[in-house]
């Protein structure tokens, strides 16, 4: 029998299955279900021990980018974080200012809502992440509107290859 740590007077009791409201992961509408819990006897305090966490907060950000609505402010938060991007970085990928990914992330009852062109480019960074990672966000600052020629060329008869890159 375990000792409670906050009271140090009651037992607490393992195993207990029950539904967590998850608030930690910064979204507020989370539950899950028949998880294990301890409770103390003497205070009541509950303690939750969430194996996995990877693999939860992976299953809540796909079940984030299939929802049909806008994403609201908590969510564009937790997927932002969730794919580990600061503020600024993600601002950069998105093509935005850093103060409107605060408006979004901060909206409240469809004010400053994410527009309809940002939300679905978000969810695509999210599910693309690995792909992303691999493309240095420095070339985002030299896009440009100039429309220059790619050069490709059938390699082996079957292979296309660029052979000259556009020049900026």
């Known amino acids: 029998m375990n000792k409670c740590r906050q009271c140090d007077d009651g037992v607490v009791e393992e195993s207990v299955v029950a539904t967590h409201h998850y608030t930690e992961c910064g979204l507020s509408r989370i539950y899950l279900k028949e998880i294990p819990v301890r409770r103390c006897s003497g205070c009541g305090v509950v303690t939750v021990r969430i194996k996995g966490l990877g693999s939860l907060h992976r299953t809540i950000a796909l079940a984030v980018l299939s929802k049909v609505d806008r994403l609201e ?89 660029v052979t000259k890159t556009p020049a900026a």
């Open 73 to 161: 402010g908590e969510e564009v938060r937790f997927l932002r974080k969730h794919v580990g991007l600061s503020g600024k970085d993600f601002a950069r990928r998105m093509g935005v200012t850093p103060e409107m990914v605060s408006r979004w992330e901060n909206a409240k009852d469809g004010k400053f809502m994410i527009g309809a062109g940002a939300d679905r480019l978000l969810r695509l960074l999210v599910k693309t992440m690995d792909q992303i990672e691999s493309y240095p966000v420095e070339k985002l600052d030299q896009i440009t509107d100039k429309v220059l020629p790619l050069d490709l060329t059938l390699s082996r008869g079957r292979d296309w290859r």
